[in-house]
T-cell receptor
């Protein structure tokens, strides 16, 4: 039973390019959450999705960031026109039910050069 | 209302000692309080969790103490080991996203 799978593990993008981060939740988990972690800082909530629905995107920047969790396939966090300030570790987590503990992936470390 | 305040920011403990990390919350609607452990370069891993209907939960060397009236909860690591050196996050939720504390970096020296 594989855990939460995130890829790529490391991603380097030049300023202005697009970054696509993928997350496959644990088997049987239909709730997906994305968090951002800056160096030496805590985890900041970005977005909460269920299959085909965005439930809460209150932590997402208003521009350049979007997320989806299609009926088939992984959840995608998309960052358009990346800037240096987007450099961070992005973690995806999943849960079976709302209010359960999350299982986190190993993260994608985005570096914008 | 949505914040979870965590202290201390860093903690140094000698091997065999007790590590104590504290968290406080404001939203009385929170009903699930997990602790996560994160090693460098890894994702956070669920360590132990508690719901407000009990005041204490123990799993091995790890204990959560919960004070509902004070809106505080703490993690106690007994007989701390060098392998416990990591960053610890408390969190809270009610039926939706987890709100995390800012983390405590624990270093256990031999």
């Amino acid at each position: 039973n594989a855990g939460v799978m995130q890829n790529p593990r490391h991603l380097v993008r030049r300023r202005g390019q697009e970054a696509r981060l993928r997350c496959s939740p644990m088997k049987g988990h239909s709730h997906v959450y994305w968090y951002r972690q800056l160096p030496e800082e805590g985890l900041k909530f970005m977005v909460y999705l269920q299959k085909e629905n965005i439930i809460d995107e209150s932590g997402m920047p208003k521009e350049r960031f979007s997320a989806e969790f299609p009926k088939e396939g992984p959840s995608i966090l998309r960052i358009q026109q990346v800037v240096r300030g987007d450099s961070a570790a992005y973690f995806c987590a999943s849960s079976r039910q709302v209010g359960d503990g999350y299982t986190f992936g190993s993260g994608t470390r985005l570096t914008v050069v | 209302q949505q914040q979870v305040k965590q202290s201390p920011q860093s903690l140094i403990v000698q091997k065999g000692g007790i590590s104590i990390i504290n968290c406080a919350y404001e939203n009385t609607a929170f009903d699930y309080f997990p602790w996560y452990q994160q090693f460098p370069g890894k994702g956070p891993a669920l360590l132990i969790a508690i719901r407000p209907d009990v005041s204490e939960k123990k799993e091995g060397r790890f204990t959560i103490s919960f004070n509902k009236s004070a809106k505080q909860f703490s993690l106690h690591i007994m007989d701390s080991q060098p392998g416990d050196s990591a960053t610890y996050f408390c969190a809270a939720t009610r039926t939706d996203k987890l709100i995390f504390g800012t983390g405590t970096r624990l270093q256990v020296f031999p």
